[in-house]
């Protein structure tokens, strides 16, 4: 019985730990975004001024922001995620047409 409410308080922690590193984040603006160059953890996407959009992964297409919404249509496919920002880093997680059923990748801008 120890051993069971060890296991639920580990996986309490963690969903509280999780949620709490999302509050402390600060969502992604346009000004973030519009004419930058991110290096995630499986490619590069750029982010046109213009609202063009270019990926290593969904080559080129269009992007705009909706509140913390990240909309990308996209010649292989394309997206809807949440985008925020966190001590220098971006995170971006959400569903792709197409694609697998969900995503997650973290980001910093490209030197």
């Not at 051993?3 to 963690?14: E, I, M, N, W």
């Not at 971006?92 to 059923?101: F, N, Q, S």
Request: net charge positive; hydrophobic share 35%.
């Amino acid at each position: 019985m120890i051993k069971a409410s060890c296991c639920v308080c580990g996986s309490l922690l963690l969903v509280l730990f999780s949620h709490l590193g999302v509050a402390l984040a600060d969502q992604a603006t346009k000004s973030d975004l519009a004419g930058k160059k991110i290096c995630w953890t499986d490619g590069q996407t750029t982010f046109g001024n213009d609202g063009s959009f270019h990926s290593t992964r969904y080559m080129n297409g269009a992007w705009r922001l909706i509140g913390d919404k990240l909309l990308v249509t996209a010649a292989n496919g394309g997206f809807t995620a949440t985008i925020i920002k966190r001590k220098g880093t971006s995170h971006v997680g959400g569903y792709a047409t197409g694609h697998e059923p969900s995503f997650g990748t973290w980001g910093k801008y490209c030197i």
